[in-house]
């Protein structure tokens, strides 16, 4: 079964601290990954997306790796600022089947002061 | 949110009761999406459009129906709500399949008593 698996749950950090969220699957056959950011009460926003050649790819403060071996993923943010409270997700999207996106469950991020 | 609106942003209705939930873009894609949001899920897709008059079902299609009549709008129907349907419900849309960043809605906040 196609699934995705977010670690941690949640995490809490002090403000200006780096912060890794992990991200592991089992889709195939695979297609890409991307990372989402969800502030609270509002949509999903993208981050990043990467495909199965790409090792890693930065948006200013977040960097996401991919092992498309050992299938896992991670979500790097450098010098964390408050505005970075918000659940991050990972989706991973399947060249076939009826829904080729697959969602995890996502990590809740709160930075604090 | 990418030329995206969903009306209403809240709604608390009772049990058995039909309820519409509207989604509309100005970005012309093709697909469009209906998601539903619960805690210790992640979004989990209840059907889909490719084009007008388009659609297919999702993961968790049972009790929801949609129309798409406009390439603009695309409509999410509870014939008959339950409390299982209390959720928060996201619309999305995208130019591909799979291939293209989703860009996601505001929400919509539905309470079913």
């Known amino acids: 079964k196609n699934q995705v698996e977010q670690s941690p749950q949640s995490l809490i950090i002090l403000e200006g601290k780096n912060c890794t969220l992990q991200?592991?699957?089992?889709?195939?056959?695979?297609?890409?990954l991307r990372w989402y950011k969800q502030d609270t009460g509002r949509g999903p926003v993208s981050l990043t997306i990467?495909?199965?050649?790409?090792n890693t790819k930065s948006n200013g403060r977040y960097t996401a790796t991919l092992d498309a071996d050992t299938k896992q993923s991670s979500l790097h943010i450098t010098a964390s600022q408050l505005s970075d409270s918000a659940s991050y997700i990972c989706?991973?999207?399947?060249?076939?089947?009826?829904?080729?996106?697959?969602f995890g469950k996502g990590t809740r991020l709160s930075v604090i002061a | 949110d990418a030329g995206i609106t969903q009306s209403p942003r809240h709604k608390v209705t009772e049990t058995g009761t039909p309820v519409t939930l509207r989604c509309h873009q100005t970005?012309?894609?093709?697909?469009m999406y209906w998601y539903r949001q619960d805690p210790g899920h992640g979004l989990r897709l209840i059907h889909y459009?490719?084009?007008?008059?388009?659609?297919d079902k999702g993961e968790v299609s049972d009790g929801y129906s949609v129309s798409r009549s406009k390439t603009e709008d695309f409509l999410l129907t509870l014939e008959s709500a339950t409390s299982s349907q209390t959720s928060v419900y996201f619309c999305?849309?995208?130019?591909?399949?799979?291939?293209?960043?989703?860009?996601f809605g505001p929400g919509t906040r539905l309470t079913v008593l």
């Open positions: 990467m495909t199965f050649s790409e």
């Open positions: 970005e012309n894609h093709r697909y």
């Open positions: 989706v991973v999207t399947s060249n076939s089947g009826n829904t080729p996106l697959v």
């Open positions: 991200c592991n699957y089992t889709v195939s056959p695979f297609s890409n």
């Open positions: 459009s490719y084009g007008v008059k388009d659609t």
């Open positions: 999305a849309i995208s130019e591909s399949r799979g291939k293209d960043t989703q860009y």
